[in-house]
Structure formats: structure tokens, C-alpha cells
């Protein structure tokens, strides 16, 4: 049975435990926690290493020698709960190789997080079930930063295996749209690499969809309607070749095929019934590129801002869809707008369910909103912040 030695040092005052092997990272932080070697403060730093030979544990990686000649691993500011980021922490690169960018950029991707940070695996991984087991693996080995390339599709689908842990999700903006990474300043690659490395971890919400089959994570959006003919009649190749150019192409068809369809929305005690061609639930910022979802959204208002581009009628929704653009669209009564922590959805006909880009399951859904759920790192202070009570 082979121990490891886990040093807990702050200034000059250094404590140690021994601890199992086999434990995952956080457990054995916990278990110098339980210790008797008092609780830790701002500015803690964990060592980990053999008893005997001051080797790194394996599920660790490659980590970098700290001044007291010993591997070490920086987890968490315990009073803010925040995750400390270093040039040493354990960090994955994942990306979506059918993504508009994902192959071409992989390559230089890996060279140049290579030389900046502590790269202990990179992938490419070639279905949603693989990514989320490289996630998940990545976890249980004590990897807290996580390179993500791809759409937001991609993103939102990384968030969901990210939930409520330790990891820390950076974007690479390897999509088409990249609304998200646009809305927390992040730039496209390469200029992305220098606010991935400075960047510091912001707890974000997140939105949720609920329905028969499961459960899905959406950063931006989930929508009903339009955008899923818009999804369908958009090809990998025009995606590629024109980015946002590609969306116009198909609107007009994808309005002519798209029929209107009975809603209903329940919240708060309240039942709001109508006809529409789309409806938009938003948590992030962005809805689109730069548009905005609605004036005041941010990603950390805990709030979900549902609404719909007009009525069933073509002037409703040009109308609405218009004012969209000035962010004035929530005034308009036949948007139907509200702002909730959960709705839930149901249509006639069923509606598929667009995820961020993606088509998953269809309604009836309860949406919902996860404060707080998501360690995010930002390219510049993400406006809004936690609200005040």
C-alpha cells in the first residue's frame, strides 16, 4: 500500500497528513481538511507527493516544481470557494473536430497551450458521448481546467458534465456563431489564448431544460420554432466557408416550411396561452452573435427571460423580431414577455427543442435556471455580476 505526504503550507507555517492514494483530489483535500492541522485561509496552497519519493500521484499529470522543490497543486480559495488558477494547473484541451474550425486549429491549439500551461491531455473527441467521458475522467483525475473548442453547441454540452464541480470551463471559439464566448469577451483563436491564461474563474448560471428524456444545459439560449428548420437546412460546408453569413441563406425557407403553433407557458401561479412561430428562452447574454437577449440580461441574474418573436401573424413577428434588434422587443405585447427561475412549455403540435445549436428532445419541458453552477473563465469582467439583495 503506497501513501502520499499531503503538505498544507500558508506563509512560513507548513502541516502535514498522510493520506490514501486512491483518493480522488478533492478527498484527499478533505482529508487534510478533517485533519488535525487546523482549517486553511486565503492563500493555502496543497503539496502532493510520494512519502518516500516525492513523485507526483499519477491522476495529478504533469505538474511543475514549486519552490520547495515538491509538485504541487493548487485547488480553491476555501472562503470564496473560487478555484485558483496557475500557469501549473492540471489543464485538458477537448475539441469538437466537426466544429467550423476544430480540426484546422487543433494543432496549433495544443502547441500553444503547450508552452503556456500545464497540458496534461488533449483530445478529439468524435461523438457528445466521448466528450463527456474525457470530462469525466478528467475530473476524477484532478484536472480543473478545461480548453473546450468548438460552438456553443459544443459548449453547452461540455457545461453539462462541468456542473457544480471543481472544473473550470475556458472556451475556445472554434464555431460558427460563438455567441457565447463573444459575450464573455472572449476573442477568436489565437487572440484568445492570452485572456485564457489571465482570465479568472466567474461562477456563472446556467439554464436547464427538463423533459421526458433527460435533462440538457444551455448557456445561451433554448428556442422553439424557426431555428429548428434553420438547423436542419444549414450544411457543415456553409457553416465553414461563410460563419454568420451562412444563417441568412435559409431564413426565408425556413420561415415558408416553418407553421405556427399553440403555446402555452406556466409560471408563477400564472398561464399565458398563444400562437407563435418561435419562442425564445434565454439565460445568457447574447442571444445571437451581438444581439443582446433582452436589455438588462446578464449571466448572473439568475433569471430566465422567455419570450416570443410575435404572434402568428408575418407583421407580428417582423415587428417584434425588429425591435429585437434595438432591444426594445419586450415591450411589445405579443412578445409575451417574462422573466422566471422556471417555466414550463407545452405546444400543439410537439415542438423540437433547440439547444444552443443543437436539436435535442421535444416539448412538453420545464426550463429552469442553475445559479451559480458553471466556473467560467472570462476574457474581462462579465457586466452585471451577482446582484445585491
Known amino acids: 500500500m503506497t501513501w502520499f505526504t499531503v503538505y498544507v503550507t500558508h506563509i512560513d507555517c507548513t502541516m502535514r497528513a498522510s493520506v490514501h492514494e486512491n483518493l480522488p483530489v478533492a478527498e484527499l483535500i478533505s482529508a487534510v481538511m478533517t485533519g488535525d492541522i487546523g ?3 486565503i492563500g493555502t496552497r496543497f503539496l502532493v507527493c510520494h512519502t518516500s519519493t516525492q513523485r507526483v500521484p499519477p ?3 504533469k505538474t511543475r516544481v514549486s519552490s520547495q522543490k515538491m509538485p504541487y497543486y493548487e485547488t480553491m480559495d476555501f472562503l470564496s470557494g473560487q478555484p485558483i488558477m496557475t500557469r501549473d494547473t492540471p489543464t485538458y484541451i477537448v475539441v469538437n473536430p466537426f466544429s467550423r474550425s476544430g480540426r484546422d486549429a487543433y494543432s496549433d491549439v495544443v502547441r500553444a497551450v503547450a508552452e503556456q500551461m500545464n497540458l496534461v491531455g488533449d483530445y478529439l473527441p468524435t461523438s457528445p458521448a466521448e466528450l463527456t467521458a474525457i470530462i469525466q475522467s478528467g475530473l476524477s483525475r484532478g484536472v480543473v481546467r478545461f480548453l473546450v473548442g468548438g460552438g456553443d453547441g459544443t459548449l453547452s454540452l461540455a457545461a453539462h458534465t462541468l456542473l457544480f464541480s471543481p ?9 460558427t456563431g460563438n455567441t457565447f464566448a463573444s459575450s464573455i469577451g472572449i476573442k477568436p483563436w489565437p487572440h484568445s489564448l492570452a485572456a485564457l491564461m489571465a482570465g479568472t474563474p466567474e461562477a456563472f448560471d446556467v439554464g436547464q431544460v427538463k423533459t421526458s428524456l433527460g435533462t440538457r444545459t444551455f448557456l445561451n439560449s433554448a428556442t422553439l420554432g424557426i431555428s429548428e428548420q434553420l438547423v ?5 460546408e456553409e457553416k465553414r466557408r461563410l460563419k454568420w ?8 425557407r425556413a420561415l415558408a416550411e416553418s407553421s405556427p403553433f399553440h403555446i402555452t407557458l406556466e409560471y408563477h401561479g400564472q398561464v399565458d396561452s398563444f400562437r407563435t412561430r418561435q419562442l425564445v428562452v434565454a439565460k445568457g447574454r447574447n442571444l445571437a452573435g451581438p444581439i443582446f437577449s433582452t436589455p438588462n440580461a446578464d449571466h ?3 433569471t430566465l427571460h422567455v419570450f416570443s418573436l410575435g404572434s402568428h401573424d408575418w407583421w407580428s413577428m417582423v415587428r417584434v423580431a425588429s ?3 434595438v432591444g426594445r422587443h419586450i415591450e411589445d405585447v405579443s412578445a409575451h414577455y417574462c422573466a422566471v427561475k422556471e417555466v414550463r412549455v407545452t405546444t400543439d403540435p410537439p415542438r423540437i427543442i433547440d439547444i444552443d445549436g443543437d436539436l435535442w428532445d421535444s416539448t412538453p419541458a420545464v426550463f429552469g435556471v442553475l445559479p451559480r453552477a458553471l466556473w467560467v473563465l472570462t476574457g474581462a469582467s462579465v457586466s452585471g455580476g451577482p446582484k445585491s439583495e
Open 245 to 252: 453569413g451562412a444563417w441568412p441563406l435559409h431564413v426565408r
Open 232 to 236: 436542419k437546412l444549414l450544411t457543415a
Open 300 to 302: 448572473h441574474d439568475q
Open 167 to 175: 472544473g473550470v470551463l475556458g472556451v475556445l471559439p472554434l464555431g
Open 59 to 61: 491522476y495529478l499529470g
Open 323 to 325: 425591435l429585437l434588434l
Open 39 to 41: 482549517r486553511p485561509v
